[in-house]
């Protein structure tokens, strides 16, 4: 059962993760949950937030990569394109519905619910996925190959050099 989020509990989650400073300058306002999760997924200046980090990702994966990166090995720099997109284009009143169309009470100055919907953690862990397959492409494609030397004998501790 989804239940709506106090905001002592967001308050928490925020001074957890070093937020209450930012949502305070950009919310002026006590925590409302659809505001928080938007902090959290999709702000472009916030250094913990989910957007803010995997920009991080691609500039790094653009970095290493240069301009023009060998066939498939721009699948990860893809899949993070990918989920980039996924989080940009989230609607919080979507999982977070306006007062009037769920039946939540808001006070006046929130423009969403403290109510999310049931497809709210679904989405939640929709993303979590994405970022665990992140996680095994930057593994497959950079950290598990093995290298190949044209000089065995550079490692062949048996004959004296």
Same mark, same amino acid.
């Given at each position: 059962m989804?239940v709506?989020?106090g905001?002592?509990n967001l308050?928490?989650l925020?001074q957890?993760?070093a937020?209450q400073?930012a949502?305070?300058?950009?919310?002026?306002?006590?925590?409302?949950?659809?505001r928080?999760a938007?902090?959290?997924?999709?702000?472009?200046?916030?250094?913990?937030?989910?957007l803010?980090?995997?920009?991080g990702?691609r500039?790094?994966?653009n970095a290493?990569?240069?301009?023009?990166?060998?066939k498939?090995?721009?699948? #990860?720099l893809?899949?993070c394109? %990918?989920?980039? &997109? $996924? =989080?940009?284009f989230?609607?919080?009143a979507?999982?977070f519905p306006?007062?009037?169309e769920?039946?939540?009470?808001l006070s006046p100055?929130?423009d969403?619910?403290d109510? #999310?919907t049931?497809e709210?953690p %679904?989405?939640? &862990? $929709? =993303?979590t996925?994405l970022?665990?397959?992140?996680?095994?492409l930057?593994?497959d494609?950079y950290?598990?190959h093995?290298?190949?030397?044209?000089e065995?004998?550079?490692?062949d501790l048996?004959?004296?050099?």
């Amino acid at each position: 059962m989804i239940v709506p989020v106090g905001s002592t509990n967001l308050d928490l989650l925020l001074q957890m993760l070093a937020g209450q400073y930012a949502y305070r300058s950009l919310y002026h306002a006590r925590p409302v949950a659809a505001r928080v999760a938007r902090l959290l997924l999709q702000d472009q200046e916030f250094p913990r937030s989910a957007l803010f980090c995997l920009e991080g990702m691609r500039r790094a994966l653009n970095a290493t990569l240069g301009d023009r990166p060998a066939k498939g090995a721009d699948t #990860p720099l893809k899949h993070c394109a %990918r989920v980039i &997109t $996924e =989080l940009n284009f989230i609607d919080m009143a979507t999982y977070f519905p306006p007062p009037g169309e769920s039946g939540a009470t808001l006070s006046p100055d929130d423009d969403l619910s403290d109510m #999310p919907t049931p497809e709210f953690p %679904r989405k939640l &862990t $929709e =993303l979590t996925g994405l970022l665990l397959d992140f996680n095994v492409l930057i593994s497959d494609h950079y950290l598990d190959h093995q290298v190949m030397f044209r000089e065995p004998e550079l490692f062949d501790l048996t004959h004296p050099r």
